[in-house]
C-alpha cells in the first residue's frame, strides 16, 4: 500500500510563507496526479490544488497567485509553496495522490496525515 506523509505545516504570521511537502512512498506504483487540501475547524474539506502527471496544474480561487505547486519526480514528492498567507489559510493541510499500484494490480487514493497551518499575529 502506498502512503503519503506530509511535512512543513507550522505558525507563521500574516504575509508569510511555508513550503508543504508530501512524500509517496511504497513499491511498485505510478502516480497519476497529486494534490492538496484542506480543512478548516467547523469546515469541509477543500480543494487548494493539483498537479498531474503531464503538468496540469489547477488551484482553487483562494490558491491563485499565492500558492504553486510542484514536483519531484525522482523522490515522488509533491510540494506546495504558500506565500502572502492569511489567517483564514490557517487549516490542516491534506495531501492526496491518484496512484496505480501494481503490486495489487489496482488503483489506489491515499490520504496522508495532514499537517496544521496556522496564520495569527
Known amino acids: 500500500q502506498v502512503r503519503l506523509v506530509e511535512s512543513g505545516g507550522g505558525l507563521v504570521q500574516p504575509g508569510g510563507s511555508l513550503r508543504l511537502s508530501c512524500e509517496a512512498s511504497g513499491s511498485s506504483f505510478s502516480i497519476y496526479a497529486m494534490g492538496w487540501y484542506r480543512q478548516a475547524p467547523g469546515k469541509q474539506r477543500e480543494l487548494v490544488a493539483t498537479?498531474?502527471?503531464?503538468?496540469?496544474?489547477y488551484y482553487a480561487d483562494s490558491a491563485k497567485g499565492r500558492f504553486t505547486i510542484s514536483r519531484d519526480n525522482p523522490e515522488n514528492t509533491v510540494f506546495l509553496q504558500m506565500d502572502s498567507l492569511k489567517p483564514e489559510d490557517t487549516a490542516t493541510y491534506y495531501c492526496?495522490?491518484?496512484?496505480?499500484?501494481?503490486?495489487?494490480?489496482?488503483?489506489?487514493?491515499?490520504w496522508g496525515q495532514g499537517t496544521q497551518v496556522t496564520v495569527s499575529s
Open positions: 492526496n495522490a491518484e496512484i496505480y499500484n501494481y503490486a495489487l494490480g489496482l488503483s489506489e487514493n491515499p
Open positions: 498537479l498531474s502527471r503531464d503538468g496540469t496544474t
